[in-house]
Nanobody, 123 residues
Framework: VQLQASGGGIVSAGGSMTISCTAS????????IGWYRQPTPQSQREVVA????????KYLDSVKGRFTISRDRAKRTMYLQMTNLKPEDTGAYYC?????????????????WGQGTQVTVSS
């Protein structure tokens, strides 16, 4: 599966932004799709939102209530809607897919990766 992310940019604190990721084939048979964030190239990459094949979702505590992950099956596209953005949300956002998505300290895993799209939140 090839993933193509798009939609990053610069937004003021408190603003909103939606980023998207289009897959080369249907994601319906993939157990988990989601988004990772890496504040700087030297920072840890952590998973911020996951959507599961069974319909559930999971969010990093710091983004709960502000970020929403969704998918459009017909368009083979996943979205991350971000509201009330904070400067600490700044970073490269990577879409990913696979049997499991996880991050733990300096380690992280997904079977398929999109390229990063930069989101910068100005204070």
């Amino acid at each position: 599966v090839q993933l193509q992310a798009s939609g990053g940019g610069i937004v003021s604190a408190g603003g909103s932004m939606t980023i998207s990721c289009t897959a080369s084939r249907s994601l319906d048979t993939i157990d988990a799709i989601g988004w990772y964030r890496q504040p700087t190239p030297q920072s840890q990459r952590e998973v911020v939102a996951t959507s599961f094949y069974g319909g559930g979702t999971k969010y990093l505590d710091s983004v709960k209530g502000r970020f929403t992950i969704s998918r459009d099956r017909a368009k083979r596209t996943m979205y991350l809607q971000m509201t009330n953005l904070k400067p600490e949300d700044t970073g490269a956002y990577y879409c990913a897919a696979g049997k499991t998505l996880w991050s733990n300290g300096n380690d992280y895993h997904a079977d398929y990766w999109g390229q990063g799209t930069q989101v910068t939140v100005s204070s």
